[in-house]
């Protein structure tokens, strides 16, 4: 990959104390670097990374906390070192928790950085935690606007944050690089993962170079399929969490997670003798959580008690892994070769699928027929109205849907209309976003 812009917009990340600054940097910039604890004062000098999205770079930088003028002798060295990025940065990122709600240290910050001139974006992290939302409105007291909350340690809110963050720095468009087909491969230990890896490379396939690194580390490896560019990034076996150790274990963890974040394609590998544990499934949900297209590999097919029953072994599966129905499952055995050619074939196909656009006339064709067909039901005397749909993006695709009131959506009418776009357009084996937005009947938009 290209080296980032040097001159990219900077975004620092200020707020008081265990807020979660870091976890926010490391997970904007998809990196450990900055230690996270629950121990307030971690964090003392400004650390620097880079963050990629929708094909811009920026610079984050994470500071330390700001306390108050009675907090130990390293406090003013912190403040300085808040100000001072501060004084350099485009976008400011004020991180509060929602949790706590809003303290003494939130108003002095906030007197700081309305003497900055700078764009503020008010970040209300761990709003997973229990009490949070109904701490939320305490966060307008603050007078910088409508807080964006976040979970930085699941991820939750990331995308909306970024999308802001993009619309106040300059354009400064990321650096074109050589495009790959990135496929993670996961699983827990001894499923067979890493011989499928091997069984993967082993095919009358270049590999280009290889990036080395321990046996718990993820192993980056570019190689070539039937002419089409790919990355196998090689994560180390996740265990269940009741297993994970301090230090090293967490990390493969971790990596596993990083992996699938950095993925176009996952291969889940499921050992076909195992029953299925909420780990596996666990990872299935991060795999859809990020958008990314999914396969669930049943690994060691050779050693099969009845190898001519896939098709009941499928639909137990399909069982267990329903909240992806659109997840295919491919057959292999690493020690045979059996179904990698056809692995490989597959996950080519699903990234094709991940990049398709539909056109918009065809979209709302089919949404109102799917909708004359079958009506959302009323809710308290209103019904949903669908006036617009469009594609917004690919990769993973997403569509928004310009409704009357996002209130009245079902869950189970969400449930249809994606399954009938899927239907109709077959994107099988990738997520897929809806996003619905309230507009008014004659097409002006108001805020959902």
């Known amino acids: 990959m290209t080296a980032p812009p040097e001159h990219a917009p900077l975004v620092a990340i200020v707020g008081r104390p265990n807020v979660g600054k870091s976890a926010l940097f490391n997970r904007l910039t998809r990196t450990r670097r900055a230690l996270v604890e629950e121990i307030p004062g971690t964090t003392r000098d400004r650390l620097y990374g880079y963050c990629e999205w929708r094909g811009r770079y920026v610079r984050v930088v994470d500071t330390g906390g700001v306390e108050g003028p009675d907090a130990d002798p390293f406090s003013a060295l912190i403040r300085q070192q808040v100000l001072e990025a501060i004084a350099e940065a485009d976008v400011i990122l004020f991180v509060v928790d929602a949790a706590d709600g809003i303290s003494a240290a939130d108003e002095a910050i906030t007197d700081l950085l309305r003497r900055s001139a700078r764009p503020v974006l008010l970040v209300a992290n761990k709003t997973d935690r229990q009490g949070a939302a109904a701490r939320l409105d305490d966060c307008y007291t603050l007078g910088l606007g409508e807080p964006i909350a976040i979970s930085a340690y699941h991820g939750q809110g990331i995308g909306e944050l970024l999308d802001r963050i993009i619309e106040l720095v300059p354009a400064i468009e990321a650096p074109e690089r050589e495009e790959r087909l990135r496929i993670a491969v996961v699983g827990r230990p001894n499923v067979g993962k890493s011989s499928l890896v091997n069984a993967i490379l082993g095919q009358e396939r270049v590999i280009v170079s290889e990036v080395p690194g321990t046996t718990r580390d993820a192993i980056d490896t570019p190689f070539e399929f039937e002419g089409h560019l790919m990355l196998l990034v090689d994560t180390a076996g996740i265990r269940r969490r009741g297993k994970i150790e301090r ?93 990698v050619h056809d692995l490989l074939e597959l996950a080519v196909h699903i990234d094709q699928v991940r990049r398709r656009r539909v056109q918009t006339s065809e979209l709302n064709l089919m949404v109102q027929k799917a909708i004359s067909e079958h009506g959302p039901s009323a809710v308290h005397g209103r019904r949903l109205k669908v006036m617009y749909v469009t594609q917004a993006e690919v990769a993973p695709p997403t569509f928004v849907f310009f409704v009357n009131d996002p209130e009245l959506l079902h869950f189970s009418y969400r449930r249809f209309l994606e399954n009938r776009i899927r239907a109709v357009f077959g994107f099988e084996g990738t997520a897929i976003r809806m996003r619905f937005r309230r507009r008014s009947e004659d097409r002006r938009e108001e805020s959902a």
Do not use: C, M
Not at 280 to 303: C, E, M, P, Q, R
């Open 247 to 339: 230090g090293v274990e967490r990390h493969a963890v971790q990596s596993a997670e990083h992996a699938i974040g950095r993925a176009d394609v996952v291969f889940l590998i499921v050992d076909q003798g195992e029953a299925t544990v909420a780990q596996d499934t666990h990872i299935a949900g991060i795999v859809s959580d990020h958008g990314k297209g999914l396969i669930l590999v049943v690994n060691k097919w050779d050693l099969a008690e009845d190898r001519d029953d896939r098709r009941g072994f499928a639909s137990r599966l399909d069982r267990r892994y329903q909240f992806v129905p659109w997840a295919p499952v491919q057959f292999t055995s690493a020690l045979t070769g059996e179904g």
